[in-house]
């Protein structure tokens, strides 16, 4: 199975990747994507005082530092995780997303209209759209960097 990978820079415009993110669930479901359609979002956040300036963060790297600090498992309160985001200051860093798309031979057709698809969309739009396809100059660096973010 080919895979493709479409990848977003949505510079530090976090709700708009929510955005992206939310259409992504909703044809998940609509269109029964399950396996068909991942995605998976990096967060590039400046770092002051170091001398690269800057550090990954992913979700889930952030989600199993908080449940190895406290030993138990992290559940998302409403209430709690408005007053968080609240809280927090406007991301310095670069979010980014990728999606892959994973169509069998014989939905060429299928996978053809969601690439094409996909960049037009409203939220994706402006995030400088870049499809990398099996075979292509850059495709296993994306494949492995989609794998390292799980």
Do not use: C
């Amino acid at each position: 199975m080919a895979h493709i990978y479409m990848m977003f820079d949505f510079a530090t415009d976090e709700e708009k990747l929510q955005q992206a993110r939310h259409k992504l669930e909703g044809w998940k479901q609509a269109f029964r994507l399950d396996k068909k359609l991942l995605y998976k979002m990096e967060r590039v956040e400046a770092a002051a005082g170091e001398g690269d300036g800057s550090a990954v963060k992913t979700d889930k790297a952030e989600k199993s530092a908080k449940q190895e600090n406290t030993g138990k498992p992290v559940k998302a309160k409403g209430k709690a995780k408005a007053a968080t985001e609240e809280k927090k200051p406007e991301a310095s860093g670069d979010v980014k997303l990728l999606v892959r798309l994973a169509f069998s031979g014989h939905e060429k057709l299928s996978e053809q209209r969601w690439v094409e698809r996909i960049p037009v969309e409203v939220p994706f739009q402006g995030a400088s759209p870049r499809v990398v396809k099996s075979g292509e100059v850059g495709f296993e660096d994306v494949e492995k960097k989609f794998e390292e973010l799980d």
